[in-house]
């Protein structure tokens, strides 16, 4: 039999006690961590830079599928990247959870092993949070703090007529991830007999259950003295967010279809599901890339990177937002990025 | 009838637009607010203070009896005390909520209306946060920022031996108020037709449904030139709070009851429901006071101050932790703090 801890047999400063038991803090600017009213960070005349997020089990994961030790992962990354898309770099988090008495110890030691993983991972310290019950579900809620050089951040708005559009890694993949065990899910709740096949689908479920955030990115534009236009991750689908700094640039926008880095994989899952590929990357969300602009005259220093894709380029607002399709046809842009208020939970 | 919007009408950026659009930006370490990846502040020299809370409803609040609006305001206050127990200046905070369908936008907006007019008597930024479905029940996370000069932070395991123990306001009306509004929401709901008569009960509900953090006092003894030994604000009841600052500090404790402050109207109160008022205060906890040891050469400086009282005073970690009764007994200090794990939901 499994072993199974029940929380209450620690209590709530126990509990903290417990999680909190093997930190050690790999930031100088961290001065006080765990264990008091509030942490205390000192980071030597640089500005910090905040980020906060929620996750609601049903709403935004599904614990039939996804690993908790996962789901402690992606919930610091997820933040994480917020940090980098201004440019910064992320030191501290803090990390709140709520969870109903169904859960033991041994399952939230899981989660917080993910937790730490990608402290590990990203060099940040853990530094605060809170323990809680909920009536229903598991709740998460991440605060990640970071660090940049005075006005050295990167905002979304900033963007220039003539920028280049330039986007990270691949999308799509995080969307077909989901909608693979989704499917599986229901293949299972019908018939509880069949063991799910997803051995050569690794890539896309491991895009969506364990996502990265790219500071291998941030680290290059900075060796290589770029500083973007204007920056942010995409978390909602490729086309909200370049609506996002368009509007918020008040420009116009060219993407060309052709340009959109998709994975082989991610083709090959689309055309199993028949879904267009270009939708899942331009309306699929949680791919966690970079989606930044930057002068013309910065593309020789990133042409060589195989993980920037220029993907169009920044225009007068008058232009209005288009994409250019394979087909030679030229669509309004609209935004399809998922939205947490229609999602079915 | 009453207004009711639907939330999903707006979307998720519609919704944090509508609920950010009257933001005004008071600390000039506010560097970018609301509206991007991450929000930017700058400290100019200071440390920055985080501390970091999950409401959930059914577990800490109900909404039956609980006004959104002062739940909005107490969901900032309690944050925000935690970083006046550091002795800090609390300067900005984020504020991340989960609701379910039921939630319609006029009560969100109330909600945020308690949580302006918390921002605005503390003068603190909103500067970011999170909004989304929940399965169940309305989910609050806020995350609080605050700045002080490097190294003057106050700890709660640096008191001395010989300190004096100080609390500041009464105790135990927080949870009086507490006991009195679930004593009514019972009676309602077996007597529908029974209207509550809370007239001159207003001093302990306030207390539990709109505290206020002790700005005041930090204030005062930052005039007085006086930093505490060691702080922590008192959210779990006095004996908890109390062994956690001689637990931490490595020393044992001498607490005299009747120098406990308790208000007139909490003494009322617990003769009405037949409960020992020192008890209330040991353990009832949401007060929100500070508990704070100091020197005793600085006793002359509060000695006028009718918001400080002297309550015991820190021992060697040999003579344990007593509290001395009224009626001349010598008891063991315990826990009985509040804890979240043990409540009934």
Redesign the interface.
């Known amino acids: 039999m499994e072993e199974r801890t029940e ?2 047999d ?3 400063f126990g ?1 903290i006690d417990y999680l909190t038991r093997n930190i050690e803090i790999q930031n100088a600017s961290t ?2 961590g765990v ?9 030597f ?1 640089k ?14 994961f599904d614990l039939m599928y996804t690993p908790l030790k996962h789901l402690g992962y992606k919930s610091v990354v997820v933040n994480l990247s ?2 980098y ?2 440019n ?1 770099t992320p030191t ?1 988090i ?1 990390m ?3 969870f109903s008495n169904k859960v033991s110890l041994e399952a939230l030691n899981e989660f917080y092993e993910g937790v730490y993983a990608a402290c590990e991972k990203y060099g940040v310290d853990l ?11 598991f ?1 998460i ?1 991440v ?4 660090e ?1 050089t ?2 050295q ?1 990167v ?3 900033t963007a220039q007529k003539g920028d280049l559009l330039c986007v990270t890694g691949d999308l799509g993949a995080a969307f077909l991830g989901l909608t693979l065990l989704e499917r599986e899910k229901k293949i299972f709740l019908e018939s509880p007999g069949v063991t799910p096949d997803l051995e050569d689908q690794t890539y896309i479920i491991g895009r969506q259950l364990k996502p990265e955030a790219r500071k291998d990115i941030i680290d290059f534009l900075q060796e290589q003295e770029i500083i973007p236009t204007a ?3 995409v978390s909602d689908g490729l086309s909200s967010e370049i609506l996002h700094i368009a509007k ?1 640039s008040n420009l116009g926008v060219v993407l060309y279809e052709e340009k959109i880095p998709i994975a082989q994989e991610s083709k090959e899952a689309a055309l199993k599901f028949g879904i267009d590929p270009t939708a899942c990357a331009l309306s699929g969300g949680e791919d966690y890339e970079l989606l930044f602009t930057m002068k013309q005259q910065d593309y020789d220093k990133i042409v060589l990177n195989e993980q920037i894709s220029v993907i169009g380029y920044m225009a007068d607002i008058t232009e209005g937002a288009h994409i250019h399709t394979k087909g030679g046809n030229k669509f309004k842009l609209v935004a399809q990025g998922w ?5 079915e ?1």
Do not use: C
Request: charged share 15%; aromatic share 2%.
């Open positions: 929380i209450s620690l209590g709530e509990l001065v006080l264990g008091d009213d509030a942490a205390v960070i000192d980071h005349g500005q910090t830079v905040i980020s906060t997020d929620m996750l609601v089990e049903g709403i935004h917020d940090i898309a201004m910064a501290q803090t709140s959870v709520a530094i605060g949070g809170d323990t809680s019950n909920s009536q229903k579900g709740i809620s605060t990640a703090i970071g940049i005075p006005d951040f905002r979304r708005s920056m942010m991750d918020q939205n947490a208020f229609n999602q939970a």
